[in-house]
């Protein structure tokens, strides 16, 4: 009888469940907004459609933390695993806007499931000083997943349906090997420290006192990622950008952070979180404020993106760490909750955000209303002063 899990075979099949996430997010976004233009839905329907994802994610986070805490990580992962599944099998049955907006929200709410156990279940397992590396790993394995999803888009000449059921049908296959894991439950000592002597609100209270500045690189992430991906594509239209530049410019994105994932969280283990984390803001400052004028160029656009990605696409991953470390065990799955929240509220607000000021103010404005954004979280950062006794919840 198996006694406890294998570490190394528990840190790397979380990390495939999180690509394997990632892959049916990136290929949800761009599948599913061809299809909606090629059915005739107007471009703010299809945007609509979009955020159905992030409003599931939003809607699940605040009922999530109890059931961890009772059922454990492994069923978590599991009913989330489920509802992705039987939603992509659902999607290609029956081509409805609203029909498709609720099953978004379903994958959004299993998406939501898997990332929240997963995240927890690395952050109160990984060994303090390589945590920075693990949760790098795990960004990294996202990112790969998510940059991968797109290419899902050429098989809707084959059949409309292949994306969906190979995403499906990956996340079963990574699935069958969590059979193989002993269930865990968050940090023993929770219920009898925390759950009796204090209550839920005062449980958010307290993480949002110790640790509000870690969870702002969760909303950037979230505003950044949906705003490049959701709202660009119309700026880079009316602004005369072809598009097939466009579909070059947003891979760079994604995969420029694919190459800094590991070397920045190994850095923010030496460096510290908060000093790697307000020098990444203050460039990504620089950058976006820089980027009009760089719009006569396309090799430099390209390269503004490709160093974006890099600098910025371990924002989340960064914001996580830094959670981990504020946060004593107890309050981890309350920090992760309230980050999901975060990121969720940034992947709504971008697109909205971006719209406006493209409507608004036309040239330049998508890339400063994201260098504006990103130059608020940095001067928050200069307020927030880390609790020297944080790990001692009183």
Same mark, same amino acid.
């Given at each position: 009888?198996?006694?406890?899990?294998?570490?190394?075979?528990?840190?790397?099949?979380?990390?495939?469940? @999180?690509?394997?996430?990632?892959?049916?997010? %990136?290929?949800?976004?761009?599948?599913?907004? @061809?299809?909606?233009?090629?059915? %005739?839905?107007? +471009?703010? $329907?299809?945007?609509?459609?979009?955020? !159905?994802?992030?409003?599931?994610?939003?809607?699940?986070?605040? /009922?999530?933390?109890?059931?961890?805490?009772?059922?454990?990580? #492994?069923?978590?992962?599991?009913?989330?695993? *489920?509802?992705?599944?039987?939603?992509?099998? *659902?999607?290609?049955?029956?081509?409805?806007?609203? =029909?498709?907006?609720?099953?978004?929200?379903?994958?959004?709410?299993?998406?939501?499931?898997?990332? /929240?156990?997963?995240?927890?279940?690395?952050?109160?397992?990984?060994?303090?000083?390589?945590?920075?590396?693990?949760?790098?790993?795990?960004?990294? $394995?996202?990112?790969?997943?998510?940059? @991968?999803?797109?290419?899902?888009?050429?098989?809707?000449?084959?059949?409309?349906?292949?994306?969906?059921?190979?995403?499906?049908? +990956?996340?079963? =296959?990574?699935?069958?090997?969590?059979?193989?894991? #002993?269930?865990?439950?968050?940090?023993?000592?929770?219920?009898?420290?925390?759950?009796?002597?204090?209550?839920?609100?005062?449980?958010?209270?307290?993480?949002?006192?110790?640790?509000?500045?870690?969870?702002?690189?969760?909303?950037?992430?979230?505003?950044?990622?949906?705003?490049?991906?959701?709202?660009?594509?119309?700026? $880079? *239209?009316?602004?005369?950008?072809?598009?097939?530049?466009?579909?070059?410019?947003?891979? !760079? /994105?994604?995969?420029?952070?694919?190459?800094? &994932?590991?070397?920045?969280?190994?850095? +923010?283990?030496?460096?510290?979180?908060?000093?790697?984390?307000?020098?990444?803001?203050?460039?990504?400052? *620089?950058?976006?404020?820089?980027?009009?004028?760089?719009?006569?160029?396309?090799?430099?656009?390209?390269?503004?993106?490709?160093?974006?990605?890099?600098?910025?696409?371990?924002?989340?991953?960064?914001?996580?760490?830094?959670?981990?470390?504020?946060?004593?065990?107890?309050?981890?799955?309350?920090?992760? @909750?309230?980050?999901?929240? +975060?990121?969720?509220?940034?992947?709504?607000?971008?697109?909205? !955000? %971006?719209?406006?000021?493209?409507? &608004?103010?036309?040239? %330049?404005?998508?890339?400063?209303?994201?260098?504006?954004?990103?130059?608020?979280?940095?001067?928050?950062?200069?307020?927030?002063?880390?609790?020297?006794?944080?790990?001692?919840?009183?």
């Amino acid at each position: 009888m198996q006694q406890t899990n294998n570490p190394t075979y528990r840190y790397w099949l979380l990390v495939s469940l @999180v690509l394997v996430a990632g892959f049916v997010q %990136g290929m949800l976004l761009p599948v599913l907004a @061809v299809l909606l233009e090629e059915a %005739g839905i107007t +471009s703010t $329907a299809n945007g609509l459609n979009a955020t !159905a994802l992030y409003i599931g994610i939003l809607l699940a986070s605040p /009922f999530i933390e109890q059931p961890l805490r009772k059922f454990g990580y #492994k069923p978590l992962i599991t009913t989330g695993v *489920i509802a992705v599944v039987t939603a992509l099998l *659902i999607l290609p049955l029956w081509q409805a806007f609203w =029909f498709w907006f609720v099953l978004r929200m379903i994958i959004g709410i299993g998406d939501n499931l898997i990332h /929240f156990a997963t995240q927890v279940w690395i952050t109160s397992t990984a060994d303090p000083a390589k945590r920075g590396r693990s949760l790098a790993i795990y960004g990294l $394995a996202f990112g790969m997943g998510f940059g @991968v999803g797109p290419i899902m888009t050429q098989l809707l000449t084959v059949h409309e349906s292949l994306p969906f059921l190979i995403t499906a049908f +990956s996340s079963l =296959f990574v699935w069958l090997f969590l059979l193989r894991l #002993k269930n865990e439950w968050p940090s023993e000592d929770f219920d009898d420290h925390l759950n009796i002597q204090m209550p839920w609100m005062m449980r958010y209270k307290q993480t949002i006192k110790l640790a509000w500045f870690a969870l702002l690189p969760g909303f950037s992430f979230g505003y950044l990622e949906a705003s490049i991906h959701g709202s660009y594509p119309i700026y $880079a *239209i009316r602004a005369g950008i072809s598009l097939d530049w466009v579909t070059i410019f947003l891979p !760079a /994105f994604v995969f420029g952070s694919l190459i800094t &994932q590991l070397p920045l969280g190994m850095l +923010s283990d030496r460096w510290g979180r908060k000093r790697v984390l307000m020098l990444l803001l203050a460039s990504g400052f *620089i950058i976006f404020s820089s980027m009009p004028m760089l719009e006569s160029s396309m090799i430099a656009l390209l390269t503004g993106f490709s160093m974006l990605g890099m600098l910025l696409g371990s924002l989340y991953s960064l914001g996580l760490m830094y959670l981990a470390d504020l946060l004593p065990k107890q309050l981890l799955p309350t920090g992760n @909750v309230l980050m999901a929240i +975060s990121f969720s509220l940034g992947s709504m607000s971008g697109p909205v !955000a %971006g719209g406006i000021v493209i409507d &608004q103010f036309g040239t %330049g404005s998508i890339y400063l209303s994201m260098a504006f954004m990103l130059f608020i979280i940095w001067s928050l950062g200069w307020l927030f002063h880390p609790n020297k006794n944080a790990p001692d919840v009183k």
